[in-house]
Nanobody, 128 residues
Framework: QLQPVESGGGVVQTGGSLRLSCTAS????????IGWFRQAPGKEREGVVC????????YYEDSVDGRFAIRRDASKTTVYLQMNDVSPDDTAVYYC?????????????????????WGQGTQVTVSS
């Protein structure tokens, strides 16, 4: 089984930047469906950005589009969530999730049900 592990959370001021990392036992995440989700206090978990590394499809939630980016290192063992120009509304526990591999999913967006392996989350707090 895959076991995603997130890291990089912390406290950041409004307008600042933060980068979260996701790994899964050091294996290559090539061709996998990778999602970043978040859950704020009192709110349901929501998709932030999800990418299908099989065909390159990427979906950004409207509120983060243009501010956040999903990236991957050269070894393909680490997926990053680059968070720029953050606001207090971004405060949440952020989760990395892994879905299938080698698929083409149309339309592509963040669907929690298609992600089968979830990390424990990392806390991001944006101060005002």
């Amino acid at each position: 089984q895959l076991q995603p592990v997130e890291s990089g959370g912390g406290v950041v001021q409004t307008g600042g930047s933060l980068r979260l990392s996701c790994t899964a036992s050091g294996i290559s995440l090539d061709r996998y469906e990778i999602g970043w989700f978040r859950q704020a206090p009192g709110k349901e978990r929501e998709g932030v950005v999800c990418k299908n590394y099989n065909d390159g499809s990427t979906y950004y939630e409207d509120s983060v589009d243009g501010r956040f980016a999903i990236r991957r290192d050269a070894s393909k063992t680490t997926v990053y969530l680059q968070m720029n120009d953050v606001s207090p509304d971004d405060t949440a526990v952020y989760y990395c999730a892994i879905g299938g591999r080698g698929n083409v999913v149309i339309p592509w967006n963040c669907r929690q049900g298609q992600f089968h392996f979830w990390g424990q989350g990392t806390q991001v707090t944006v101060s005002s």
